[in-house]
């Protein structure tokens, strides 16, 4: 079973900066997508940034300018870099990925992490 785990939230003041990791557990030969969403307090789950199999990228507007998501292939690593950081980012961050195949032959059409949660202080 192919797990992604996340690292690197905690608690930050504004205009800090944190950096969020997610990795594939298990050896794989293709991601699709991957990708960061985040559901802060009463809210619903948003798209924060994606990274597609082509290397195009898509950013909330909210965190355009501020935030930059990078993938290592070979790692089977996505990257979230939060620069900047202002309250209204606080949220419990969840790592996603599509088209998930393993190399054992295991497709995941989606998978997430467990959430690792950003607190950011004003």
């Known amino acids: ?17 944190l950096r969020l ?6 050896s794989i030969s293709r991601i699709n997508n991957m990708g ?22 898509n950013y909330a ?3 355009k300018g501020r935030f930059t998501i990078s993938r290592d292939n070979a790692k089977n690593t996505v990257y979230l870099q939060m620069n900047n950081l202002i309250p209204e980012d606080t949220a419990v961050y969840y790592c996603y990925a599509a088209g998930v195949r393993s190399t054992t032959g295991g497709f995941y ?7 690792t949660q950003v607190t950011v202080s004003s």
Do not use: F, M
């Open 36 to 57: 960061w969403y985040r559901q802060a307090p009463g809210k619903q789950r948003e798209l924060v940034a994606l990274n597609t199999s082509g290397g195009s990228t």
């Open 21 to 26: 990791s997610c990795a594939a557990t298990r």
């Open 109 to 115: 059409s989606t998978l997430w992490g467990q959430g």
């Open 1 to 17: 079973q192919v797990q992604l785990v996340e690292s690197g939230g905690g608690l930050v003041q504004a205009g800090g900066s």
């Open 61 to 63: 507007d909210s965190v």
